[in-house]
């Protein structure tokens, strides 16, 4: 998942003003960083630094915003567009770390500063968002970006600048401006809150196990890591599993107790949604104040708004696309519990196949047909040898070497830093860093991001991107290392994928480089990364069991890939079905009762009642805990349609055919958004995306 986070927007950088000067030399974000590659100083960062920090940056944006207003010159190019690329260093910095921290490190006292923080930072965006006399220069520029003799990538960052700013307000009325802005803040306020919810119902939760015959089916790794965290609390002798991925996940598919996996089922999908941690009435006011957005930005509702700002241009598009790939999926998926409800029968059951059974009997049935246990195959997927593996594919592909780069500044211990070069000149390429393991400051789920972006910022200081990935999986233990799970595997590639693109990054522009394309466009290169880590060839050179060092066995490697076709129609059911989901709320005026309309629209589409959506609204942060996704959550899919054409050509020509490779990070890596998606999609594969390659992909056609 790329994060998106909405009050970034605009905020990018220039040249330290003698503002910054003015304040507190000993806040590491009011002077030059002193580290390599301008790397942020964490052991110096204090969460007393960000509110100062915050204030001087938005005092600077200020000064610089008016420089740029009062130049009575003609709005061109070098006096109102690339000034407003680096509008405030300061802002950017402490933002950049800011983001992080509230993601991954977000203690008591952090967020606790971030309430005060967040209105802040909207407010700081509002200022040059809806500045009507910033907007006209914009608009000027726009205007006559023809007759300026400006590069076909100049007139893309013009236009990207008056598209974006019309789609913020700036072109709306006074009286207009000002709802807006009201808006604005109470849904910025909402999101808080529902963060706060969902982080404080997940540390909440628990599923205790006294008597160890209950923990039979589950892997010796999962109960070591329960005892742990059972002692962590005080409980030693007994077992604690928490709704975080790599606790919850072994419960459900290798508990032979199913009392045990229903506890653990239920308490998951039932998070944030009840009690003083409950997210419903959060979400009935969001939807509300959504729509109501959208309203005051001319539109009939804010699915309407959201989509016809990327390729699909209106709900009706995304919906029919979700149900060209839904449809079949529940085809599909009715097969599966077909055959796990036989399995069920035939070892004497007695009972209906229920959601908290799918994993624990897809699994069952997959060792059947297929002699496939994932805990023959987790001892051949230690973390590090993981991370070889994606090391070595990007060096295939991409010509650039991962560097270890152990005195690096970090925020934590187990974090690790890495110094991204040519693998031929030696040049620096960019900086990287992952944090992979859980805990309870850190979000679920996984995730890129970027504490510098890469491009223009002023007059001979062209940067490169620092980027990070954050994992929640499963830690060490004192017999063995971090060993990931198949899915584990996939997420580390995919969100490697995202981080490669931002690494990779050629654009000149910082609003154009990197992840900084259309949300339906965003996930492709996560997706198609995923691809290589079970490739044959691939897993042979880096799969290696963690205690002898052999190499994954060729029946292993050829079950994997025999089965990887296996169980996707749940898998894409419950992606489809919470995208469908997101539409509906955004085409919704009102929603009063949260989890009848969650039923509702589960009965229209016609959901198996043995599958849930991906994410249940009280915990679907990609929708409720900010705008990044809302209305735009079948992106992936959308994305995934790419990603299935592209791979196809890979197939074709060889997984490291050289020009295959190059045309992909030329137009794909390096490009961003310096043409429009579809230009570059179709530069690399010779045609426009075709549809049924992700049926072919999934095994449907």
């Known amino acids: 998942m790329k994060k998106i986070l909405s009050w970034a927007l605009g905020l990018i950088l220039l040249a330290p003003t003698s503002i910054a000067m003015a304040q507190d030399t000993q806040n590491p974000f009011l002077k030059p960083y002193d580290t390599k590659y301008g790397i942020p100083p964490f052991d110096k960062i204090k969460v007393s630094d ?105 007139k893309r960052l013009v236009e990207k600048y008056y598209r974006e700013f019309e789609q913020k307000g700036a072109a709306l009325p006074e009286d207009k401006k000002a709802e807006l802005i009201k808006v604005n803040d109470e849904i910025s306020k909402l999101f808080i809150q529902f963060n706060k919810n969902l982080l404080a119902a997940t540390n909440e939760f628990t599923v205790v196990v006294y008597d160890k015959a209950d923990l039979a089916g589950l892997p010796e790794s999962s109960v070591a890591t329960a005892a742990a965290e059972a002692k962590k609390r005080g409980l030693d002798g007994l077992w604690v599993f928490t709704p975080h991925n790599p606790s919850r996940l072994p419960v459900l598919q290798y508990a032979d107790n199913r009392g045990l996996r229903e506890a653990m089922y239920k308490g998951y999908t039932t998070l944030a949604s009840f009690g003083k941690n409950s997210n419903l009435d959060i979400i009935s006011r969001i939807v509300t104040l959504r729509n109501e957005k959208a309203r005051i930005m001319g539109f009939n509702n804010f699915a309407e708004m959201m989509t016809s700002r990327v390729m699909a241009k209106t709900p009706q598009a995304a919906t029919d696309l979700l149900l060209s790939v839904f449809e079949p999926a529940v085809k599909r998926s009715k097969e599966e519990v077909k055959d796990m409800q036989a399995y069920v029968d035939a070892h004497g059951g007695g009972f209906k196949i229920a959601p908290w059974d799918y994993y624990y009997y897809a699994g069952k049935v997959k060792n059947e047909k297929f002699n496939l246990n994932e805990a023959d195959v987790r001892p051949y997927f230690s973390l590090e040898n993981v991370m070889k593996g994606m090391f070595d594919c990007a060096e295939k592909l991409y010509g650039i070497k991962m560097v270890p780069m152990p005195d690096a500044p970090k925020y934590m211990d187990e974090v690790q830093v890495f110094d991204v070069v040519d693998s031929k000149t030696g040049e620096h390429v960019a900086v990287w860093m992952c944090d992979y393991f859980p805990r309870d400051t850190k979000r679920q789920g996984a995730w890129m991001e970027e504490l510098q972006g890469s491009g223009y910022f002023g007059k001979d200081d062209i940067r490169r991107p620092i980027v990070y990935n954050v994992g929640n999986f499963t830690r060490p233990t ?126 229209e589409i016609g959901m198996p009642a043995e599958i849930t959506y991906r994410y249940r609204s009280p915990y679907f942060k990609h929708i409720f805990g900010d705008d990044g996704y809302a209305s735009g959550y079948y992106t992936y899919l959308w994305a995934q349609v790419l990603e299935a054409d592209a791979w196809e050509l890979f197939k074709q020509k060889g997984i490291f055919d050289k020009k295959t490779a190059a045309s992909f990070k030329k137009n794909i890596m390096e490009a961003g958004d310096t043409e429009d998606p579809m230009v570059l999609f179709k530069k690399f594969r010779g045609h426009n995306p075709d549809s049924k390659a992700l049926l072919r992909l999934r095994g449907f056609e």
């Open 478 to 603: 004192d017999g063995a290392p971090a060993l990931l799970t198949i899915d584990e595997v996939e997420t580390t590639f995919h969100e490697f994928g995202h981080a490669l693109q931002g690494m990779l990054s050629r654009a000149p522009y910082k609003s154009l480089a990197g992840t900084n394309v259309d949300r339906d466009y965003v996930e492709m290169c996560s997706q198609i990364n995923e691809h290589w880590a079970f490739e044959p060839e691939v897993l042979k050179s880096y799969a290696r069991h963690y205690k002898t060092g052999e190499p994954i066995p060729d029946e292993l490697v050829k079950k994997i890939n025999e089965s990887s076709k296996f169980n996707q129609g749940f898998v894409t059911t419950e992606l489809a079905g919470a995208a469908l989901l997101d539409l509906k709320y955004g085409q919704t005026p009102e929603v009063k009762d949260v989890m009848a309309f969650e039923k509702k629209v589960a009965d």
């Open 50 to 154: 960000f509110i100062p920090a915050i204030k001087a940056g938005i005092a600077e944006q200020d000064q610089n915003l008016f420089n740029i207003i009062r130049n009575r010159a003609v709005p061109d190019f070098d006096n109102t567009i690339l000034p407003l690329e680096n509008v405030s260093p300061i802002l950017d910095k402490v933002s950049a770390v800011f983001n992080h921290y509230q993601e991954a490190l977000s203690t008591p006292e952090f967020a606790a500063m971030a309430e005060e923080a967040i209105p802040l930072l909207n407010e700081a965006a509002n200022k040059i968002n809806l500045d009507q006399n910033l907007f006209q220069r914009i608009q000027s520029v726009y205007q006559n970006r023809d007759k300026m003799g400006l590069t076909p990538v100049q």
